[in-house]
């Protein structure tokens, strides 16, 4: 294997998703490697939180592959009526493949962790119960063996786990708070601390700044950059504010309508007129 294959946490390969008639993803492939932070980035309904839904198991893409670490976690191609209704490209690249989808909670389970663009805490548990909740993700046993044959020393290493992880995301003084009493900087950095506490190797961020002033936005940089150091992560990012993606990611994919129009440094996006036209040109703030 050569070493580009090796160091690949990440690749879609000519995904298409199709809702009805609506082709919301149009063959989009790209690649993150190990130890990368890589943003997606586009105008508003250009594709991106659907690219993670078919990452995540909550949309099965109607064609395509998406491997992680070399191994495909999905496979599919148009089938049934979507055969006549395909509007993407590549619709007959797999069609002697036997289709592979796995559940969200499978995914996570496979190592990799996400937050949302509208923050999905539990909002009657506290901070503390928000992470170890988390953790639970990695047990061995099942919802019923968890509930009523608690192993003892699992959970509290479980416990001890769910409150370094506030530490270290800054939280452990609001441990006992109920998670949606806390401040909309706060809930994210909580988000970010449960995703944490599955033991990913990939985190995909979904807009993790949106609703964030400059001064919380910067911080939120060093946050991401410091936790992709500390856990050995590799991190996709969703993100409308472009002073971040610019400072904190190695590389940038841009979609537009469904469709990827440019991958680069930042340096090569920001020249880009494609780019340019496309999205910088709209102020998105
Ligand atoms: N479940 C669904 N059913 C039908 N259409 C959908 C569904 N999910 C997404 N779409 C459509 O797919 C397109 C892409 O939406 P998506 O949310 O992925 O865009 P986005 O780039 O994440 O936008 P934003 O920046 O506003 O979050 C949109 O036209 C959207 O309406």
Redesign the pocket.
């Known amino acids: 294997m050569s070493e580009a294959v090796n160091n690949s946490v990440l690749k879609m390969e000519n995904i298409t ?1 199709q ?2 008639g ?1 082709v ?2 149009n063959n989009l492939s790209l690649e993150v490697n190990q130890g990368e932070i890589v943003a997606l980035i ?12 078919c990452i995540t198991g909550v ?1 099965e893409p109607t064609n395509g592959m998406v491997y992680f670490h070399g191994k495909p976690i999905v496979v599919n191609h148009p089938q049934g009526k979507m055969i006549k209704q395909y509007g993407g490209i590549n619709g007959d690249l797999y069609k002697d493949k036997k289709p592979v989808v796995h559940t969200p909670d499978k995914i996570t389970h496979m190592g990799i962790a996400r937050t949302f ?1 509208n923050i999905r805490l539990f909002k009657s548990q506290t901070a503390f119960e928000n992470v170890l909740i988390g953790t639970h993700l990695r047990r061995t046993s099942n919802m019923l063996t968890a509930t009523f044959r608690i192993n003892a020393k699992e959970e509290k290493a479980n416990r001890e786990k769910a409150y370094r992880l506030l530490e270290i995301v800054g939280l452990a003084d609001v441990a006992n708070e109920l998670a949606t009493s806390l401040p909309y900087g706060k809930q994210r950095r909580l988000e970010i601390a449960r995703a944490l506490a599955t033991d990913p190797t990939l985190l995909l961020l ?2 993790p700044a949106a609703g964030m002033n400059p001064q919380e936005t910067d911080e939120l940089g060093e946050f991401i950059v410091d936790i992709k150091n500390r856990f050995n992560l590799t991190v996709f990012m ?1 993100e ?1 504010h472009m002073n971040l993606v610019m400072d904190i990611s190695d590389r940038i994919y841009v ?1 537009d309508f ?1 469709k990827q129009i440019a991958e680069g440094t930042p340096e090569e996006i920001q020249k880009n007129p494609v780019v340019i036209a496309a999205y910088l040109g709209v102020d998105e703030e």
């Open positions: 998703m809702f009805g609506v919301a993803i586009g105008p508003n309904g250009a594709g991106k939180t659907t690219a993670f839904n949309y663009q979904d807009e969703i409308h979609l469904g």
